[in-house]
């Protein structure tokens, strides 16, 4: 799909979408640059101001993956008027607007079009430092792998549309996808890593494999040592599980090894909603960055593989380290 985004030659653009990375940035001068990313998605909750809370936080996370300040946000709403009262849209954008208000992040507006199915985003700006950016391209040999939110979020979602889980299972799904991504960066910015993304609809796999991409880079995972939420290998287990995470796994290239079990590869291709940052960091700045996370009190802090020189985009799964 990316193939039909017309190319450009702006020397202020530094991030378009040729890099796959979280956001769009935009040099205004030598020491600010405007970053924008949009993000939306149909209910995945039952409660409406839940469903805009998670809307929010995962819009906002691209600037955070990119090491930015949010600087105001706009609503993203399709709506069956129809069929569902205009009162409840305004619990969607009630849970939405309470995360943008503690990412100060002020709402100025947004668009509304009807739609026979519900949908809602936004579309966020922010601003960082044209040489303290996060993006997936830098990446280096030797750098660990640092992931921190647990994956799972896809397969417990599916499990309570199909009635396997009730609204207490998807607790910690929903405590991990409304906690926003502003401590990790704060985390990774203050200990100079300059390599992150995002986990979210492409999976572990798939993001980690854009951040190889972009940085000619190979890597190992340690399946012992990635981070899940309770519950979702089970679920994994029992067919629970969402398409595009089926997809996501189809178009993976992951090297298995072969005591693997089939539920462990699903949920490192998991689709995930307002997932975690990936961030790539240098051996000498691990521990820093390990104590900053915790300070943080980020929902986790787990070295789960690290970075090799090797064909570009290869993924070696192993077991232990």
Same mark, same amino acid.
């Given at each position: 799909?990316?193939?039909?985004?017309?190319?450009?030659?702006?020397?202020?653009?530094?991030?378009?979408a040729?890099?796959?990375?979280? $956001? &769009?940035?935009?040099? !205004? #001068?030598?020491?600010? =640059?405007?970053? +924008?990313t949009?993000? /939306?998605?149909?209910?995945? *909750?039952?409660?409406?101001?839940?469903?805009?809370?998670? $809307? &929010?936080?995962?819009? !906002? #996370?691209?600037?955070? =993956?990119?090491? +930015?300040?949010?600087? /105001?946000?706009?609503?993203? *709403?399709?709506?069956?008027?129809?069929?569902?009262?205009?009162?409840?849209?305004?619990?969607?954008?009630?849970?939405? =607007?309470?995360?943008?208000?503690?990412?100060?992040?002020?709402?100025?507006?947004?668009?509304?079009?009807?739609?026979?199915?519900?949908?809602?985003?936004?579309?966020?700006?922010?601003?960082?430092?044209?040489?303290?950016m996060?993006?997936?391209?830098?990446?280096r040999?030797?750098?660990?792998?640092?992931?921190?939110?647990?994956?799972?979020?896809?397969?417990?979602?599916?499990?309570?549309?199909?009635?396997a889980?009730?609204?207490?299972?998807?607790?910690?799904?929903?405590?991990?996808?409304?906690?926003?991504?502003?401590?990790?960066?704060?985390a990774?910015?203050?200990?100079?890593?300059r390599?992150?993304?995002?986990?979210?609809?492409?999976?572990?796999?798939g993001?980690?494999?854009h951040?190889?991409?972009?940085?000619?880079?190979?890597?190992?995972?340690?399946?012992?040592?990635?981070p899940?939420?309770?519950?979702?290998?089970?679920?994994?287990?029992?067919?629970?599980?969402?398409?595009?995470t089926?997809?996501?796994?189809?178009?993976?290239?992951?090297?298995?090894?072969?005591?693997?079990?089939?539920?462990?590869?699903?949920?490192?291709?998991?689709?995930?909603t307002?997932?975690?940052l990936?961030?790539?960091?240098?051996?000498?700045?691990?521990?820093?960055?390990?104590?900053?996370?915790?300070?943080?009190?980020?929902?986790?802090?787990?070295?789960?593989?690290?970075?090799?020189d090797?064909?570009?985009?290869?993924?070696?799964?192993?077991?232990?380290?």
């Amino acid at each position: 799909m990316l193939r039909h985004v017309p190319q450009v030659s702006d020397p202020n653009v530094l991030v378009d979408a040729s890099t796959r990375d979280d $956001a &769009a940035v935009y040099r !205004l #001068s030598s020491d600010r =640059a405007l970053v +924008a990313t949009t993000d /939306f998605f149909t209910p995945i *909750v039952d409660d409406a101001a839940t469903w805009g809370a998670i $809307a &929010a936080a995962n819009a !906002l #996370s691209d600037l955070y =993956a990119m090491g +930015a300040t949010p600087l /105001f946000g706009l609503n993203l *709403v399709g709506w069956p008027r129809e069929t569902l009262p205009l009162e409840l849209l305004g619990e969607v954008l009630r849970g939405a =607007a309470e995360i943008c208000a503690r990412a100060r992040c002020p709402v100025l507006g947004g668009h509304t079009i009807d739609d026979p199915e519900p949908k809602f985003g936004m579309a966020v700006i922010g601003e960082a430092h044209p040489d303290r950016m996060l993006v997936n391209s830098a990446a280096r040999p030797g750098d660990l792998l640092v992931l921190t939110k647990p994956l799972g979020t896809g397969i417990l979602a599916t499990a309570l549309k199909r009635d396997a889980i009730d609204e207490a299972g998807l607790a910690a799904a929903v405590a991990s996808m409304t906690t926003l991504n502003e401590g990790a960066m704060r985390a990774a910015l203050a200990c100079g890593v300059r390599a992150a993304t995002d986990i979210t609809g492409f999976g572990l796999l798939g993001h980690l494999g854009h951040m190889l991409s972009a940085s000619r880079l190979a890597a190992e995972l340690h399946l012992s040592r990635v981070p899940m939420l309770a519950g979702a290998r089970d679920l994994a287990a029992a067919g629970l599980v969402p398409g595009g995470t089926t997809r996501n796994l189809a178009a993976s290239t992951a090297e298995w090894e072969p005591e693997i079990a089939q539920a462990d590869r699903v949920l490192l291709a998991d689709a995930q909603t307002s997932g975690g940052l990936l961030l790539a960091v240098p051996a000498a700045a691990l521990d820093a960055l390990l104590a900053a996370l915790e300070a943080e009190a980020t929902p986790t802090a787990a070295v789960i593989g690290r970075c090799l020189d090797g064909p570009t985009g290869a993924i070696a799964v192993r077991r232990a380290p």
